[in-house]
């Protein structure tokens, strides 16, 4: 059992030593400076940082994550030289279980984090009252209003939203709930699928993370409508992650289901899939696709494709399901509750707006349909 006798966690220059020592008591920990040269401490070699033994757990959460925790340390999306996972917010609880689920892939993937809110000028949109989350709006009661005022207004709001919700993030790290991950963040007024998709465009992204409501919510039609928007227009992988997601909280996935088509398009996706888990012992059930919506699945279609991935994909464990998809929601329905699966995986083809207009997508139905976290791949198509 650790107890209260002082330790040194570290030696620095007098200056670096001080600055610990306040970063270090803002969290709570007593620390006392020691000068390493006892005999002639005016000529000293560096000053030892002297904490209770009981205090060591927290300090070196602290330590290791000093750059991060640091409020002026967050860092560019464009200093992440393995990119970056987006991760768009709304300050609600659905966002950050989406973000602590995008943390542990940046520190997977060697990658950082960039925490995107987007909000609407009322005056824009023709609406009294603006929602820029669950539980946060604003209020056009005064008119007119100067749209600079409104602007400003909004902004601010946000802006303070976003420091709370950095605080949040930063706590979760010091608690060791999430492990140090860069991040920065941004506030972006307009819609937002048009913001994500032009950061996706500018930026080194490798994947998006969106948290949704999940399908017993009464607004998941709204909030579908944006990241459905987004599955099919992003360029990068998406990941929703629903707010009732038992392994958000704890952990990444164990069991996934890939819907495929047995087309070359799919070794593409299941490429990419491997390399976002690399650490990850992932069991992938197969589910086999209709070429067209006028032909029907073929089981044994999945057999090259299955002897393909046992022989590439060592980590991964891989085994055939035999569902028809004559229903798609309804069989998923049985195949889930006979065994709990984790994440929902398609290779998405980009439609054309008309497309998607009148033949909605699986991953769309299934969006609506499943509380499961739904990973969309983007290939040609």
Same mark, same amino acid.
């Given at each position: 059992?650790?107890?209260?006798?002082?330790?040194?966690?570290?030696?620095?220059?007098?200056?670096?030593?001080?600055?610990?020592?306040?970063?270090?008591?803002?969290?709570?920990?007593?620390?006392?400076?020691?000068?390493?040269?006892?005999?002639?401490?005016?000529?000293?070699?560096?000053?030892?940082?002297?904490?209770?033994?009981?205090?060591?757990?927290?300090?070196?959460?602290?330590? @290791?994550?000093? @750059?991060?925790?640091?409020?002026?340390?967050?860092?560019?999306?464009?200093?992440?030289?393995?990119?970056?996972?987006?991760?768009?917010?709304?300050?609600?609880?659905?966002?950050?279980?989406?973000?602590?689920?995008?943390?542990?892939?940046?520190?997977?993937?060697?990658?950082?984090?960039?925490?995107?809110?987007?909000?609407?000028?009322?005056?824009?949109?023709?609406?009294?009252?603006?929602?820029?989350?669950?539980?946060?709006?604003?209020? #056009?009661?005064?008119?007119?209003?100067?749209?600079?005022?409104?602007?400003?207004?909004?902004?601010?709001?946000? #802006?303070?939203?976003?420091?709370?919700?950095?605080? #949040?993030?930063?706590?979760?790290?010091?608690?060791?709930?999430?492990?140090?991950?860069?991040?920065?963040?941004?506030?972006?007024?307009?819609?937002?699928? @048009?913001?994500?998709?032009?950061?996706?465009?500018?930026?080194?992204?490798?994947?998006?993370?969106?948290?949704?409501?999940?399908?017993?919510?009464?607004?998941?039609?709204?909030?579908?409508?944006?990241?459905?928007?987004?599955?099919?227009?992003?360029?990068?992988?998406?990941?929703?992650?629903?707010?009732?997601?038992?392994?958000?909280?704890?952990?990444?996935?164990?069991?996934?289901?890939?819907?495929?088509?047995?087309?070359?398009?799919?070794?593409?996706?299941?490429?990419?899939?491997?390399?976002?888990?690399?650490?990850?012992?992932?069991?992938?059930?197969?589910?086999?696709?209709?070429?067209?919506?006028?032909?029907?699945?073929?089981?044994?279609?999945?057999?090259?494709?299955?002897?393909?991935?046992?022989?590439?994909?060592?980590?991964?464990?891989?085994?055939?399901?035999?569902?028809?998809?004559?229903?798609?929601?309804? @069989?998923?329905?049985?195949?889930?509750?006979?065994?709990?699966?984790?994440?929902?995986?398609?290779?998405?083809?980009?439609?054309?707006?008309?497309?998607?207009?009148?033949?909605?997508?699986?991953?769309?139905?299934?969006?609506?349909?499943?509380?499961?976290?739904?990973?969309?791949?983007?290939?040609?198509?």
């Amino acid at each position: 059992m650790l107890s209260d006798r002082l330790i040194t966690v570290a030696i620095h220059t007098y200056d670096r030593a001080h600055r610990l020592k306040a970063i270090l008591e803002g969290e709570g920990i007593m620390v006392s400076l020691q000068n390493v040269n006892l005999t002639n401490p005016s000529i000293s070699a560096g000053v030892r940082v002297r904490i209770k033994e009981c205090d060591l757990p927290q300090a070196l959460r602290v330590i @290791e994550n000093i @750059e991060i925790l640091a409020p002026s340390a967050t860092c560019s999306p464009h200093e992440h030289a393995q990119g970056s996972i987006l991760v768009p917010v709304d300050f609600s609880e659905n966002s950050l279980k989406a973000t602590i689920v995008a943390f542990r892939l940046a520190s997977s993937l060697g990658a950082g984090i960039h925490m995107l809110h987007t909000y609407i000028d009322p005056t824009f949109s023709g609406q009294s009252v603006m929602q820029l989350s669950d539980s946060l709006t604003f209020d #056009q009661t005064i008119d007119p209003i100067d749209d600079a005022e409104i602007d400003k207004s909004l902004a601010s709001i946000a #802006q303070e939203s976003m420091k709370k919700f950095e605080e #949040q993030i930063r706590d979760k790290i010091k608690a060791g709930v999430i492990p140090g991950v860069k991040f920065s963040s941004e506030i972006a007024e307009g819609l937002p699928e @048009e913001i994500i998709d032009d950061y996706v465009s500018s930026h080194k992204n490798i994947l998006t993370v969106m948290g949704t409501q999940g399908a017993n919510s009464n607004n998941r039609e709204i909030l579908g409508s944006v990241t459905a928007e987004v599955l099919d227009s992003c360029r990068t992988m998406v990941l929703t992650v629903p707010s009732n997601t038992p392994w958000a909280s704890k952990g990444m996935p164990a069991h996934a289901v890939y819907f495929t088509t047995a087309s070359q398009e799919d070794i593409i996706a299941l490429d990419t899939l491997y390399r976002l888990f690399p650490d990850v012992a992932l069991k992938i059930t197969l589910v086999a696709l209709p070429a067209s919506r006028f032909s029907k699945p073929r089981p044994d279609s999945l057999e090259p494709l299955l002897k393909y991935c046992r022989s590439n994909y060592p980590a991964f464990s891989f085994k055939a399901s035999p569902l028809s998809l004559s229903n798609p929601v309804e @069989e998923f329905s049985e195949l889930t509750s006979a065994s709990p699966v984790d994440m929902i995986v398609i290779p998405s083809r980009r439609k054309n707006i008309f497309s998607r207009l009148f033949n909605p997508s699986l991953a769309h139905r299934l969006l609506f349909h499943s509380d499961i976290p739904l990973m969309s791949i983007p290939v040609k198509g």
